[in-house]
C-alpha cells in the first residue's frame, strides 16, 4: 500500500529503463513520458520505439485526402502495449485544433484526431510531434512498487531528448542526462 505521505506525483517526467533490469518488449531501453501519475494509477507513451515510416500518402489515402503533401512519410512508434490499435499525436502546445490533453509545464499536448495528422502532412501542424500506437498503463500503486525495486528511474523532461530523431540513442541520453554511463553496467550479475 502507497504512504500517502510519501507519494512523488511524477506527472510530466520521463521514466527510464533501468540498465539493471532486462524488460521483455516494450520496456527494454525504453523511455517513457509520464502523461498522468496519481494514486489511481499511471499512463505514458514510450517515445523511443520507432517501428515503422508510414508513407504520408497511405495516411490520406485511408483519411480520405487527395492533396499530396510536402512531406513524405510518417513515423510510426509504439507507445506501449495497451490499445496497440489507438493512435496519438504527441506535440509541442502551440497547436491548439481539438486537443485531447495539454500539459502546460512541458508545453506539450496530445491529440487523437484526423484534421492534426493533415495538418501535419501539409506542414500546418505542431512544430513538434511523434505520432505513437497504444500506451503504457499501471494500476493503483503498480508503478510505485516498480520504482522501488529499481526498474525505473526518473528524469526532468527534456524537448530535445524527447524529440530527437536519432532514437537509438534517446534511452543513452537519458542515462547520460541523469550521470549514469549505460557502459558501466552488464548484462549478467556478478558472483563472489
Given at each position: 500500500m502507497t504512504n500517502k505521505n510519501s507519494f512523488e506525483n511524477i506527472s510530466g517526467k520521463?521514466?527510464?529503463?533501468?540498465?539493471?533490469?532486462?524488460?521483455?518488449?516494450?520496456f527494454d531501453k525504453s523511455l517513457i513520458y509520464v502523461a498522468s501519475h496519481g494514486e489511481e494509477g499511471s499512463v505514458g507513451l514510450i517515445v523511443n520505439r520507432l517501428v515503422s515510416h508510414m508513407p504520408f500518402?497511405?495516411?490520406?489515402?485511408?483519411?480520405?485526402?487527395?492533396?499530396?503533401?510536402?512531406?513524405?512519410?510518417?513515423?510510426?512508434?509504439v507507445g506501449g502495449p495497451v490499445e496497440p490499435e489507438r493512435g496519438f499525436i504527441l506535440h509541442s502546445d502551440e497547436y491548439t485544433k481539438n486537443l485531447l490533453l495539454?500539459?502546460?509545464?512541458?508545453?506539450?499536448?496530445?491529440?487523437?484526431?484526423?484534421?492534426?495528422?493533415?495538418?501535419?502532412?501539409?506542414?500546418?501542424?505542431?512544430?513538434?510531434?511523434?505520432?505513437?500506437?497504444?500506451?503504457?498503463?499501471?494500476?493503483?500503486?503498480?508503478?510505485?512498487q516498480e520504482m522501488a525495486n529499481n526498474m525505473w528511474l526518473i528524469s526532468d523532461?527534456?524537448?530535445?531528448?524527447?524529440?530527437?530523431?536519432?532514437?537509438?540513442?534517446?534511452?543513452?541520453?537519458?542515462?547520460?542526462?541523469?550521470?549514469?554511463?549505460?557502459?558501466?553496467?552488464?548484462?549478467?550479475?556478478?558472483?563472489?
Open positions: 520521463f521514466l527510464i529503463a533501468s540498465p539493471h533490469f532486462s524488460f521483455n518488449a516494450p500518402e497511405a495516411v490520406l489515402k485511408v483519411l480520405k485526402d487527395e492533396s499530396v503533401p510536402p512531406i513524405s512519410s510518417l513515423p510510426i512508434y495539454k500539459f502546460s509545464d512541458n508545453n506539450l499536448a496530445v491529440s487523437s484526431n484526423v484534421e492534426i495528422l493533415k495538418d501535419i502532412a501539409h506542414g500546418a501542424g505542431p512544430e513538434s510531434s511523434l505520432f505513437v500506437l497504444g500506451y503504457t498503463a499501471w494500476g493503483p500503486s503498480l508503478l510505485e523532461y527534456d524537448k530535445t531528448l524527447m524529440f530527437s530523431a536519432n532514437d537509438d540513442k534517446k534511452w543513452d541520453r537519458a542515462l547520460a542526462h541523469i550521470g549514469i554511463d549505460n557502459s558501466l553496467f552488464y548484462g549478467t550479475p556478478g558472483h563472489c
